[in-house]
């Protein structure tokens, strides 16, 4: 096994699971906006709710759809790009894998079909309790991924024996102490993902035409979750530093670029760790500001990267994937605020803003998607070089394919991943040009 092998198999394994999250995402978030509009038609019976639910159903659909078949690819590489890693963790990855497949299984098989299928055959509560049902299963088969992830990032519950892991006690397992952050970053990226979506797909109309009322009731909608997201975002993110600092003083040391243990630490705003010298190149920092998010030893110093040498993450991208994420929220916080406050004397309607505000919203359509790629990074790289925080590295598990092997299968699956994508683009953009078709009523039930 070379270093080359390890590298491209991280990578390879990044794309895929990257390329999954991109319609996790809106899958998830997708999932309660249309339990939310259905909702809204239910209980106050305004068709705008119905055509918002009937226009982004179909964006749902195409959704489950990828998310399905790019998750195929991942299962796939956790055997064969990590072939060791089940036989260290089956016994705690086994049955939480199991969940999250039959749970996947038991909700897309008993309700999704009568969900986007059936509308005209069940009257309106039934429906609003099948969607109900689908965004309740969807939440849950995400769950269980998460807590395995949680508990790679700190493994309480199990002990090591003779190389693999055996479970004491699932209660543990399950609550890990980063469960519930990761999955709040999860919930909150996905409501962001979707909240721009829905604002971007909304900017684009109002440039085409006048929006009618389901239309301006999407792009409110959009709105008030932007604004409420990037608020919790940043709370769960502190939530999900201090957990790091705690159970993985390498990771936090390299987020804040600390290098030398007991110095007093800068808040780094940008910077180039130049891992070579162990130092920080052409930075901005605020002075002595930072520390907060560092962990500490017995003797209460704060703990740099000198202190881990030889089993640190890679710093520049632990750095800098986690300052991607804070802009990106930031510039998603400021951009929603700021057209709350334009258009709240004009009922939340995009069309009376100007040309380039408008642009920019369509522009900002997809920045969900960057802050949960680069929020990906930072939990994955960012744990490494341990697969199992500070037992398992990753050279222990995976496999020895040629190096050119895996860099020919990165650029196939690079390819497929670029196919499927371009495909999701142009049908969204036919939905948004041409609209839907009224699903038919028949014997008085819509």
Same mark, same amino acid.
């Given at each position: 096994?070379?270093?080359?092998?390890?590298?491209?198999?991280?990578?390879?394994?990044?794309?895929?699971?990257?390329?999954?999250?991109?319609?996790?995402?809106?899958?998830?978030?997708?999932?309660?906006?249309?339990?939310?509009?259905?909702?809204?038609?239910?209980?106050?019976?305004?068709?705008?709710?119905?055509?918002?639910?009937?226009?982004?159903?179909?964006?749902?659909?195409?959704?489950?759809?990828?998310?399905? /078949?790019?998750?195929?690819?991942?299962?796939?590489?956790?055997?064969?790009?990590?072939?060791?890693?089940?036989?260290?963790?089956?016994?705690?990855?086994?049955?939480? +894998?199991?969940?999250?497949?039959?749970?996947?299984?038991?909700?897309?098989?008993?309700?999704?079909?009568?969900?986007?299928?059936?509308?005209?055959?069940?009257?309106?509560?039934?429906?609003?309790?099948?969607?109900?049902?689908?965004?309740?299963?969807?939440?849950?088969?995400?769950?269980?991924?998460?807590?395995?992830?949680?508990?790679?990032?700190?493994?309480?519950?199990?002990?090591?024996?003779?190389?693999?892991?055996?479970?004491?006690?699932?209660?543990?397992?399950? %609550?890990?102490?980063?469960?519930?952050? +990761?999955?709040?970053?999860?919930?909150?990226?996905?409501?962001?993902?979707?909240?721009?979506?829905?604002?971007?797909?909304?900017?684009?109309?109002?440039?085409?035409?006048?929006?009618?009322?389901?239309?301006? #009731?999407?792009?409110?909608?959009?709105?008030?979750?932007?604004?409420?997201?990037?608020?919790?975002?940043?709370?769960?993110? /502190?939530?999900?530093?201090?957990?790091?600092?705690?159970?993985?003083?390498?990771?936090?040391?390299?987020? /804040?670029?600390?290098?030398?243990?007991?110095?007093?630490?800068?808040? #780094?705003?940008?910077?180039?760790?130049?891992?070579?010298?162990?130092?920080?190149?052409?930075?901005?920092?605020? @002075?002595?500001?930072?520390? @907060?998010?560092?962990?500490?030893?017995?003797?209460?110093?704060?703990?740099?990267?000198?202190?881990?040498?030889?089993?640190?993450?890679?710093?520049?991208?632990?750095?800098?994937?986690?300052?991607?994420?804070?802009?990106?929220?930031?510039?998603?916080?400021?951009?929603?605020?700021?057209?709350?406050?334009? %258009?709240?004397?004009?009922?939340?309607?995009?069309?009376?803003?100007?040309?380039?505000?408008?642009?920019?919203?369509?522009?900002?359509?997809?920045?969900?998607?960057?802050?949960?790629?680069?929020? %990906?990074?930072?939990?994955?790289?960012?744990?490494?070089?341990?697969?199992?925080?500070?037992?398992?590295?990753?050279?222990?598990?995976?496999?020895?394919?040629?190096?050119?092997?895996?860099?020919?299968?990165?650029?196939?699956?690079?390819?497929?991943?670029?196919?499927?994508? /371009?495909?999701? %683009?142009?049908?969204?953009?036919?939905?948004?040009?041409?609209?839907?078709?009224?699903?038919?009523?028949?014997?008085?039930?819509?």
């Amino acid at each position: 096994m070379t270093n080359l092998t390890l590298w491209f198999s991280q990578t390879q394994f990044f794309l895929s699971l990257g390329f999954f999250s991109l319609f996790l995402v809106i899958e998830l978030g997708l999932a309660w906006v249309l339990l939310f509009f259905k909702l809204g038609a239910f209980l106050t019976e305004r068709p705008g709710w119905t055509a918002a639910y009937r226009f982004w159903v179909r964006v749902f659909a195409l959704a489950v759809v990828l998310t399905l /078949a790019s998750s195929m690819p991942v299962l796939i590489q956790v055997g064969s790009l990590w072939p060791a890693l089940m036989d260290k963790i089956g016994d705690v990855a086994g049955p939480l +894998l199991a969940g999250a497949i039959l749970t996947t299984f038991i909700f897309k098989s008993c309700f999704l079909g009568a969900m986007l299928f059936g509308q005209r055959y069940v009257s309106e509560r039934i429906h609003t309790i099948l969607v109900f049902m689908v965004a309740v299963g969807v939440t849950l088969a995400a769950l269980w991924p998460i807590i395995l992830q949680g508990w790679m990032q700190a493994p309480v519950g199990a002990f090591l024996l003779e190389g693999q892991y055996q479970v004491s006690d699932w209660h543990e397992v399950v %609550l890990n102490p980063f469960v519930g952050w +990761l999955f709040g970053l999860l919930v909150i990226i996905a409501a962001l993902t979707v909240a721009f979506l829905l604002m971007g797909v909304g900017a684009r109309q109002a440039i085409a035409h006048p929006l009618d009322d389901s239309e301006r #009731l999407v792009f409110r909608t959009g709105l008030f979750t932007a604004m409420g997201g990037v608020l919790l975002l940043a709370a769960v993110v /502190a939530g999900y530093g201090q957990q790091v600092a705690h159970y993985q003083p390498a990771k936090a040391a390299a987020t /804040a670029g600390y290098w030398h243990s007991g110095t007093q630490p800068d808040l #780094l705003l940008a910077a180039w760790p130049d891992e070579a010298k162990g130092d920080n190149r052409a930075q901005l920092a605020w @002075r002595h500001a930072g520390g @907060r998010w560092l962990a500490r030893d017995a003797k209460g110093e704060l703990i740099g990267l000198d202190h881990v040498a030889g089993m640190a993450p890679p710093v520049a991208l632990t750095f800098w994937s986690f300052r991607l994420l804070l802009a990106t929220a930031l510039l998603m916080g400021v951009f929603a605020w700021l057209v709350f406050f334009r %258009l709240r004397k004009k009922q939340f309607d995009p069309g009376v803003l100007s040309s380039g505000w408008r642009r920019c919203l369509i522009g900002m359509t997809f920045s969900g998607w960057v802050l949960g790629l680069a929020g %990906l990074c930072h939990v994955l790289f960012g744990l490494s070089p341990y697969a199992v925080n500070g037992t398992i590295t990753l050279a222990e598990i995976v496999g020895d394919t040629d190096p050119n092997v895996l860099l020919g299968g990165m650029a196939a699956y690079a390819l497929v991943y670029a196919v499927l994508l /371009a495909g999701f %683009l142009q049908l969204l953009h036919h939905i948004v040009r041409y609209g839907v078709v009224p699903i038919a009523r028949r014997r008085g039930r819509a």
